[in-house]
C-alpha cells in the first residue's frame, strides 16, 4: 500500500535530486568561473578561498521564475508596496534626513520624496536587506542558461568589490539576484555609481545610509533623471476612450492627450507643456490610468517593470503630500506565465503576431491582443482579462 511521506519529507528529497542533477554541471560551471575570474584579473587567493567555494543553490531558480512583476496582477503587487505605513515611514524619514535629502536633491537634480520611494521599495527603508549570499546567488544564476552572461559579469563584478573594499564574504548579503544593500545595487552598479557619501572611505550600502542615498541619487542622475519633472500622473479617460495609443512606442505629446479628452482626475485639464507622455493600463479600462514622462522611463532602467515604475511614482508622490489614488486597482486574479503563454500561443495561431511566447506581457503582446480584442468587439486595452481569455479559449 502507497505509504505518503510528510510534506518536509518530500522537499528535501526534491531539493536532493535536484542538486543531483546539477551537480555535475555545477563543478564544471564553476570550474569554467575560476577560468574567468582569472582572465579579469582577479587575484589567485579571491578564487581560492571564494570563488572555489561558491554553492548552488536551487531556490535562487525558483524565485527568478517567479518575480512578482511578472506574475502578480496589478492590484496584488500595488497595494503590498504603497501602503499607509510606508507613506507615513517616508515623511518621517524626509524629516530625520532632510539635509542630506536636500543636498542631493540640489547636486544631483532628484527630489527627496524618489530617493525615499526607491529605498522604500527597495529595502522598507533599510529594515529587510536581503539575507541570502550574494557570490552564492550570481554563481548559481550564472550557471543557469537563461541569463549566464549577465550573472557571469555580475559575479566578477561582486568579486572585484570584494578585494576593492576587504568586504568579508559573510557580510556581502542580498537578494536571490545578488542586489546588495538600503537601495540593491547590483554590482556592476555598485562598481560604477556607488559614492562614498559620508567620507569614511568606503562606499559602503549595506550600513551607511549617506552613502546609499547619495548612491541612489548619483545612478539616477546617470540614468538620465531630468531635474525639475515628475514622473507621470494618474488620469482620468473619456468614456469613449479608443485606447488606440498605448504603452512607451506610443508616446503621444501631452497636447494631443488633451485632444483625445483626457483631463486630470479632478476633472481639470491638463497642463500642456511641451513634453510627451505614454498612457499605461495596468489593470486594463477598469483601473487606474497613467499618463507617464521621461522621468518614469529612468525609473523603468532600475527595474523594468512598469508596475514597480507605478508603485515609486505614486508612493512618492504620496510621501510628499499627495493623495492616494482616484481610481483603485480592481482585485483581479494573478497572471501565471504559463496562462499568458497560452495566450499568446493563441494569438500567433490565429494570425496575431506577438512573437515567441514566453508568458510576459511585452509591447508586441498588447499590440497584437489589442488587433484581436477589436476584431471580436471587446474593449480593445491590451489587457487580457477573463472575457479575453474566454474568447480565446485559454483555460
Known amino acids: 500500500m502507497f505509504k505518503s511521506i510528510p510534506l518536509a519529507t518530500a522537499l528535501l528529497l526534491s531539493s536532493s535530486a535536484a542538486m543531483a542533477t546539477e551537480q555535475p554541471n555545477w563543478a564544471t560551471c564553476v570550474a569554467d568561473l575560476q577560468q574567468t575570474a582569472k582572465a579579469e584579473g582577479l587575484s589567485q587567493n579571491t578564487i581560492d578561498t571564494t570563488l572555489a567555494q561558491v554553492k548552488y543553490v536551487p531556490r535562487v531558480i525558483e524565485l ?18 504603497v501602503t499607509e505605513w510606508r507613506v507615513a515611514q517616508g515623511r518621517k524619514l524626509y524629516q530625520e ?7 542631493l536633491a540640489k547636486e544631483y537634480g532628484v527630489p527627496p520624496q524618489y530617493l525615499l520611494a526607491f529605498w522604500g521599495l527597495e529595502t522598507n527603508f533599510g529594515s529587510y536587506k536581503g539575507k541570502m549570499s550574494v557570490l552564492d546567488s550570481l554563481a548559481t544564476l550564472a550557471c543557469d542558461p537563461r541569463r549566464s552572461t549577465y550573472f557571469t559579469q555580475e559575479l566578477m563584478q561582486a568579486l572585484k568589490l570584494k578585494e576593492r573594499y576587504n568586504f568579508a564574504e559573510s557580510d556581502m548579503v542580498g537578494s536571490w539576484a545578488g542586489a546588495m544593500g538600503h537601495t540593491q545595487f547590483m554590482p556592476s552598479a555598485y562598481a560604477k555609481y556607488a559614492v562614498d557619501g559620508d567620507g569614511d572611505g568606503k ?96 525609473i523603468m532602467r532600475w527595474n523594468r517593470s512598469t508596475f514597480y515604475a507605478i508603485a515609486v511614482g505614486h508612493l512618492a508622490d504620496r510621501i510628499n ?71 480565446l479559449k485559454v483555460n
Open 64 to 81: 527568478d521564475n517567479k518575480q512578482p512583476e511578472f506574475s502578480q496582477s496589478f492590484e496584488n503587487y500595488f497595494t503590498k508596496r
Open 97 to 103: 534626513h532632510k539635509q542630506l535629502l536636500h543636498k
Open 203 to 298: 562606499a559602503d550600502l549595506w550600513n551607511s545610509t549617506t552613502d546609499a542615498l547619495t548612491s541612489a541619487a548619483h545612478f539616477l542622475q546617470n540614468l538620465g533623471w531630468k531635474r525639475n519633472e515628475r514622473w507621470g500622473r494618474e488620469v482620468s479617460l473619456p468614456a469613449d476612450f479608443s485606447y488606440a495609443h498605448l504603452g512607451k512606442a506610443q508616446a503621444q505629446p501631452l497636447t494631443r492627450w488633451a485632444e483625445l479628452g483626457i483631463t486630470q482626475t479632478n476633472g481639470q485639464p491638463l497642463s500642456t507643456p511641451d513634453m510627451k507622455a505614454a498612457l499605461y493600463l495596468p489593470s486594463g479600462h477598469t483601473g487606474p490610468a497613467f499618463l507617464a514622462y521621461d522621468n518614469f522611463d529612468v
Open 321 to 391: 503630500g499627495g493623495v492616494a489614488l482616484n481610481v483603485a486597482p480592481p482585485k483581479m486574479p494573478n497572471l501565471s506565465r504559463a496562462r499568458v503563454k497560452e495566450l499568446q500561443q493563441q494569438l500567433n495561431a490565429q494570425g496575431y503576431d506577438v512573437g515567441k511566447p514566453d508568458g510576459i506581457l511585452g509591447s508586441k503582446s498588447v499590440k497584437g491582443l489589442q488587433a484581436y480584442q477589436k476584431s471580436q468587439g471587446l474593449v480593445a486595452d491590451g489587457y487580457p482579462d477573463e472575457a479575453t481569455f474566454k474568447a
